[in-house]
T-cell receptor, first 113, second 116 residues
Framework: GDSVTQMEGPVTLSEEAFLTINCTYTATGYPSLFWYVQYPGEGLQLLLK?????DKGSNKGFEATYRKETTSFHLEKGSVQVSDSAVYFCALRSGGGADGLTFGKGTHLIIQP | NAGVMQNPRHLVRRRGQEARLRCSPMKGHSHVYWYRQLPEEGLKFMVYLQKENIIDESGMPKERFSAEFPKEGPSILRIQQVVRGDSAAYFCASSPTGTGGLNEQFFGPGTRLTVL
């Protein structure tokens, strides 16, 4: 079945550091890929998405590129801020027509001033 | 425009009781999804509903769990005879149309169920 694997947390960085959160997947067909962010006490918010190979999703300084050859969708940001502290979830929707999203376990990011 | 609303935010039940979780989708959304997040796990899809119809319940446990989305009112996730293993965060999401296209799912804040 479909699955998403993302790096274990927590990830602790200093403000203005470069961020990478790795995400790899297995899926049937040609999935769509997503990154969601969850701030404390809130629901998940869509951060960015990509629907086909080599697409780059971007939002709020975050980027991720859909790499079919490596089945990856790593999240990056050039300079993180304290306000980026949150839990980040990588997810996919299978190209096989499934209705629900398949999520990774989430990566807790902590940015220290 | 209010987002997806879930209530209660926290629910405590004793083993054997029933739990009812409510989800009001965003205005104009007629598609609802329920997910469960066990401790230290990612969200797991449970069920997808449209008004008065269950479209996909492939992620629902076969016993004790049921879901509905009536013509009027919120979607309800019902867990009968709860057990400690049901303790989790339950998230609801809604979308304006179905999953045929790349329709974003908007998530609620979740209901945290604790079974004593």
């Amino acid at each position: 079945g479909d699955s998403v694997t993302q790096m274990e947390g927590p990830v602790t960085l200093s403000e203005e550091a470069f961020l990478t959160i790795n995400c790899t997947y297995t899926a049937t067909g040609y999935p769509s890929l997503f990154w969601y962010v969850q701030y404390p006490g809130e629901g998940l918010q869509l951060l960015l998405k990509a629907t086909k190979a080599d697409d780059k999703g971007s939002n709020k300084g975050f980027e991720a590129t859909y790499r079919k050859e490596t089945t990856s969708f790593h999240l990056e940001k050039g300079s993180v801020q304290v306000s980026d502290s949150a839990v980040y979830f990588c997810a996919l929707r299978s190209g096989g027509g499934a209705d629900g999203l398949t999520f990774g376990k989430g990566t807790h990011l902590i940015i220290q001033p | 425009n209010a987002g997806v609303m879930q209530n209660p935010r926290h629910l405590v039940r004793r083993r054997g009781q029933e739990a009812r979780l409510r989800c009001s989708p965003m205005k104009g959304h007629s598609h609802v999804y329920w997910y469960r997040q066990l401790p230290e796990e990612g969200l797991k899809f449970m069920v997808y509903l449209q008004k008065e119809n269950i479209i996909d319940e492939s992620g629902m446990p076969k016993e004790r769990f049921s879901a509905e989305f009536p013509k009027e009112g919120p979607s309800i996730l019902r867990i009968q005879q709860v057990v400690r293993g049901d303790s989790a965060a339950y998230f609801c999401a809604s979308s304006p149309t179905g999953t045929g296209g790349l329709n974003e799912q908007f998530f609620g804040p979740g209901t945290r169920l604790t079974v004593l």
